[in-house]
T-cell receptor, first 112, second 113 residues
Framework: AQSVSQHNHHVILSEAASLELGCNYS??????LFWYVQYPGQHLQLLLK??????LVKGIKGFEAEFIKSKFSFNLRKPSVQWSDTAEYFC??????????FGKGTRLSVIA | NAGVTQTPKFQVLKTGQSMTLQCAQD?????MYWYRQDPGMGLRLIYY???????DKGEVPNGYNVSRLNKREFSLRLESAAPSQTSVYFC????????????FGSGTRLTVV
C-alpha cells in the first residue's frame, strides 16, 4: 500500500527565510502528488499538484515543489516565507482511484 | 458559493450518545470522503463513497457508519460516541479523477465527554 512520510513535524522560521518541507512516498506505480495547506482554524486547501510533465510544479502564493522520482520525494519550497504562511502543510497521494493518503503534516510557524 | 458544506461546525456529546454529521456538495462530484484529523496523526480516512450507492471502509471505520443518501449528500453517524472519537471531522469530495484533488468542507469539531 502507498504511504507518505513527512519528517519535519514542526518548523520555525523567521520571515524572509527560505523554506523546504520534505515529503517522501512509498509507491511503485505512477504517482500523482499533492500538497495541501491548512491555515489556523480552516479547512485544507490545495496548494499544488503533480501528475505528469515538468517535475517542477508551481502553486499558489509562491510555493513550488519538485518531483524527484529516483528519491521518491516531492519536497515543498518557497524562497522567502511570510508570517501569513504560518499553517500546517500536508503531502498526499492517491493510487489510481483510491482515496488520498495523507502524511502526518508539518506545522510551519513563521516569526517576525 | 459552490463547495462542500458540513453541519454542525461544533458539537459536544456525552459518552454513549449518538449523532449524525451531515455533508453536502453542490459540484456534482462522484466521490465523497470522511476523514478525521487528530494532532500529530494527519488525516485518516474513515469511510468513502466512490459513487452514489457505494460505500467502503477506510483506515479507521470502527464506531462509525455512513450513508450516501444521494449524489450530493454523504452523512457520518456515530451510534455510541466514545471519548476516543473526539476529533475534527472533514468531509471532502472529488469529481472523477484523483488528478484534480479534493475539495474539503470546513470541518466539524466534535468533543465527547
Amino acid at each position: 500500500a502507498q504511504s507518505v512520510s513527512q519528517h519535519n513535524h514542526h518548523v520555525i522560521l523567521s520571515e524572509a527565510a527560505s523554506l523546504e518541507l520534505g515529503c517522501n512516498y512509498s509507491y511503485g506505480g505512477t504517482v500523482n502528488l499533492f500538497w495541501y495547506v491548512q491555515y489556523p482554524g480552516q479547512h485544507l486547501q490545495l496548494l499544488l499538484k503533480y501528475f505528469s510533465g515538468d517535475p517542477l510544479v508551481k502553486g499558489i502564493k509562491g510555493f513550488e515543489a519538485e518531483f524527484i522520482k529516483s528519491k521518491f520525494s516531492f519536497n515543498l519550497r518557497k524562497p522567502s516565507v511570510q508570517w501569513s504562511d504560518t499553517a500546517e502543510y500536508f503531502c498526499a497521494l492517491p493510487s489510481g482511484n483510491t482515496p488520498l493518503v495523507f502524511g502526518k503534516g508539518t506545522r510551519l510557524s513563521v516569526i517576525a | 458559493n459552490a463547495g462542500v458544506t458540513q453541519t454542525p461546525k461544533f458539537q459536544v456529546l456525552k459518552t454513549g450518545q449518538s449523532m449524525t454529521l451531515q455533508c453536502a456538495q453542490d459540484m456534482n462530484h462522484n466521490s465523497m470522503y470522511w476523514y478525521r484529523q487528530d494532532p500529530g496523526m494527519g488525516l485518516r480516512l474513515i469511510y468513502y463513497s466512490a459513487s452514489e450507492g457505494t460505500t467502503d471502509k477506510g483506515e479507521v471505520p470502527n464506531g462509525y457508519n455512513v450513508s450516501r443518501l444521494n449524489k450530493r449528500e454523504f452523512s457520518l453517524r456515530l451510534e455510541s460516541a466514545a471519548p476516543s472519537q473526539t476529533s475534527v471531522y472533514f468531509c471532502a469530495s472529488m469529481s472523477g479523477s484523483a488528478n484534480y484533488g479534493y475539495t474539503f468542507g470546513s470541518g466539524t469539531r466534535l468533543t465527547v465527554v
